[in-house]
């Protein structure tokens, strides 16, 4: 039996899941961000004003963040295997209300439930990944399902958009919904049963999930995320200003940063197997000196596209280790800790873009400096919770925290 499997299950059978809960975050991640690429489409049809379908985008990320950790609450004594397929079913169900949605009001409820879908979805993922793997490969199992969404970003968002430019704005939801149905079908054959990982219901759990320790940490994802995403919200117009390029060009250099985050979220889960603390002290530092280098020295072609890969290795690259320590640091709370992590980066997105958007009006270089900022003290909030160590308590209610113990001996040593 390898190392790297739980006693039980095959190599064969482990690969086909982890496979499974990546194309799962894969549609999740395309659908999430699809409509930014068809509004206009989405506005003409539905006979409402661009901003107004904006707000399609919002909702979602509302969802994710707020109804994400309810259904988590309500289901969070559900076996993880049936509530994972149940989860993916129901958000393809949501899916499919919105292609036949004939009012923007039902297009929007479908979004808030298939949002709140995503964030059930995504947090049982984790319980299920890391229940798969002996404890020490948890941060390989959690990377599959971040590595799921980041590609998502490169690959399916583009192609989505695509197809909805030419085919319509249904279209788009269609190619996820079909998705979708072949990652059932691939879920329901090789997801294996896998224990629930937290003890007790909501309230048990809710005592550990929500301790001071567990939530210091959530802030710091939303610092670095929100951080990062004031600056990147508003970089093709950096790009155009400030390194002088337009057009493909431009494509080019998000496609080399849409490459490096899928890259640097499977590095990420390995370095939060090493150590996840400093995973996140070391890659908050060569963010702060990769977007540093943007800002002042962005006009070099050159320096802005390695800035931007090397941004795309690290920026997500933390993320795995981010969702690591909180659910170490949970303890028996895990389950519904699991949920957290995706709640706190999307609140840290929409706070971070809206920065970003306070600051643009002063020039293009504004929210670059923004991200400047607020990353670099996100380094210091990172070096600060590195110190945060499971309660002995946790560790004795839940056996399943004892890789955390592992990772801050090591941290010690």
């Known amino acids: 039996m390898s190392a790297d499997l739980r006693p039980g299950l095959s190599q064969s059978r482990t690969n086909l899941a982890l496979a499974a809960l990546f194309l799962g975050a894969f549609v999740m991640g395309s659908a ?34 707020i109804g994400g950790p309810i259904l988590t609450a309500v289901t969070i004594k559900f076996a993880r295997k049936q509530l994972l397929q149940i989860s993916l079913a129901a958000y393809i169900l949501g899916n499919v209300l919105a292609v036949v949605a004939t009012s923007f009001g039902l297009l ?44 998502s970003t490169a690959l399916g968002v583009p192609l989505g958009t695509l197809i909805g430019q030419n085919w319509g704005w249904e279209a788009s939801f269609v190619a996820i919904i079909l998705t979708g149905v072949a990652t059932l079908v691939l879920a329901l054959t090789v997801i294996p049963s896998v224990p629930n990982s937290g003890v007790g219901g ?34 093709q117009p950096f790009l155009a200003d400030i390194t002088g390029i337009s057009g493909s060009t431009i494509a080019i250099f998000l496609l080399v940063y849409g490459i490096a985050n899928a890259v640097g979220t499977f590095l990420g ?14 890659g908050g530092i060569v963010l702060v000196l990769t977007i ?10 050159v320096v802005a596209a390695i800035a931007l890969f090397a941004w795309g290795i690290v920026g ?63 380094v210091l909030a990172a070096w600060a919770t590195s110190f945060l160590k499971p309660t002995p308590e946790a560790a004795q209610d839940d056996p399943a925290a004892a890789p955390a113990v592992v990772e801050e001996k090591a941290a010690t040593s």
């Open 32 to 65: 999430e961000l699809i409509v930014v690429g068809i509004l206009n489409l989405i506005a003409g049809d539905m006979n409402v004003s661009i901003g107004t379908a904006g707000s399609l985008v919002t909702s979602y990320a509302l969802g994710i963040s």
């Open 108 to 151: 929007l409820f479908a979004r808030v439930l298939t949002g709140s879908l995503h964030g059930l979805f995504i947090g049982v993922a984790f319980a299920v990944g890391v229940g798969m793997m002996p404890p020490e490969k948890m941060g390989k199992a959690i990377s599959f399902i971040f590595g799921g969404v980041a590609v």
């Open 202 to 235: 909501f309230g048990a759990q809710a005592k550990h999930a929500l301790a001071p320790k567990v939530l210091a940490v959530l802030g710091l994802g939303f610092l670095i995320m929100g951080g990062q995403f004031a600056g990147l919200t508003y970089l």
């Open 269 to 282: 889960g390995a370095a939060a197997d090493k150590n996840a603390s400093a995973t996140i002290v070391i």
């Open 292 to 301: 540093g280098a943007l800002y002042f020295a962005g006009s070099n072609p």
């Open 316 to 378: 997500f690259g933390i993320v795995p280790s981010i969702q690591y320590r909180v659910v170490s640091l949970a303890g028996p709370g895990r389950d519904f800790a699991a949920t957290l992590p995706a709640s706190a980066v999307t609140a840290g997105i929409a706070v971070g873009a809206l920065a970003g958007g306070w600051a643009v009006a002063s020039g293009s270089t504004g929210p670059m400096l923004i991200a400047l900022i607020v990353c670099a003290v996100g």
